[in-house]
C-alpha cells in the first residue's frame, strides 16, 4: 500500500542553523501539506502545495519557512535559521482528492 | 469551545469493551477524519465522512455525523489492547481552501487487557 515517507525521522540541530526536512508524498496525489505538532500540544496546520505554488499557509509559516517540490516526487519544507521553539514533530502530509495520509514524521530538536 | 475539540480527553477500558469518543466543531465543514496516533509516533488516517453522510463504517470503526449539532462520534467496538492510542478528529472547514485539516487536542485510549 502506497505510504507517505519522511527524511530524517530525527533531526538535532543548534539554534540558528538551517534544516530541510523532506518528504516523499504518494506518487498520484496532487496536494500537499506540512503540520507539526509541539510535544504535548495538538497538530497544526502549517501550509498546503498545489500546482508547485502555496495555496494557503497559517500564521506560523512565516518568512523563515519555505517549502519547495524540487522534482516531481520530493517535498521539503525549510527552516532558514532555527528557533527553540521550532522544535516539535513535523507532519508530512498528501491527499489525491478528500482524505489526507500522513507520513511518520520527522522529529525536530534545536538545541 | 475550540474547532475540532474531543471528548473525553482521556478514556479507559477493558479489552472487549467498546469505546466512543466524541468531538465537535464550530464551524461548516466539507468532511471530518479521524486519525489515530501511538505514542510519538505519524498519525494514522481510520476514516473520513463527508458533510451529507451521517454514518460510515469500517471494519470495527463506526463514525456519525450530525452537522446540525457540529458534532461526530467515533466507536471502536470490541476493543483490544493494540487499539490504545490518541484519537484526533480533523476538520475540513469550507471556508479554506486546499484541504487544510484542523485537529482537535485528541482523546487518549487506554485499552487493559
Known amino acids: 500500500e502506497p505510504e507517505v515517507t519522511q527524511t530524517p525521522s530525527h533531526q538535532v540541530t543548534q539554534m540558528g542553523q538551517e534544516v530541510i526536512l523532506r518528504c516523499v508524498p504518494i506518487?498520484?496525489?496532487?496536494?500537499f501539506y506540512w503540520y507539526r505538532q509541539i510535544l504535548g500540544q495538538k497538530v497544526e496546520f502549517l501550509v498546503s502545495?498545489?500546482?508547485?505554488?502555496?495555496?494557503?499557509k497559517s500564521e506560523i509559516f512565516d518568512d523563515q519557512f519555505s517549502v519547495e517540490r524540487p522534482d516531481g516526487s520530493n517535498f521539503t519544507l525549510k527552516i532558514r535559521s532555527t528557533k527553540l521553539e521550532d522544535s516539535a514533530m513535523y507532519f508530512c502530509?498528501?491527499?489525491?482528492?478528500?482524505?489526507?495520509?500522513f507520513g511518520p514524521g520527522t522529529r525536530l530538536t534545536v538545541l | 469551545s475550540q474547532q475540532g475539540e474531543e471528548d473525553p480527553q482521556a478514556l479507559s477500558i477493558q479489552e472487549g469493551e467498546n469505546a466512543t469518543m466524541n468531538c465537535s466543531y464550530k464551524?461548516?465543514?466539507?468532511?471530518l477524519q479521524w486519525y489515530r496516533q501511538n505514542s510519538g509516533r505519524g498519525l494514522v488516517h481510520l476514516i473520513l465522512?463527508?458533510?451529507?453522510?451521517r454514518e460510515k463504517h469500517s471494519g470495527r470503526l463506526r463514525v456519525t455525523l450530525d452537522t446540525s449539532k457540529k458534532s461526530s462520534s467515533l466507536l471502536i467496538t470490541a476493543s483490544r489492547a493494540a487499539d490504545t492510542a490518541s484519537y484526533f478528529c480533523?476538520?475540513?472547514?469550507?471556508?479554506?481552501?486546499?484541504?487544510?485539516?484542523?485537529f482537535g487536542q485528541g482523546t487518549i485510549l487506554t485499552v487493559h487487557p
Open positions: 465522512i463527508r458533510s451529507n453522510e
Open positions: 502530509a498528501s491527499s489525491g482528492r478528500d482524505s489526507q495520509y
Open positions: 480533523a476538520t475540513d472547514e469550507t471556508s479554506t481552501s486546499y484541504g487544510k485539516l484542523t
Open positions: 464551524t461548516s465543514i466539507n468532511n
Open positions: 502545495f498545489y500546482n508547485n505554488e502555496i495555496s494557503e
Open positions: 506518487s498520484n496525489h496532487l496536494y
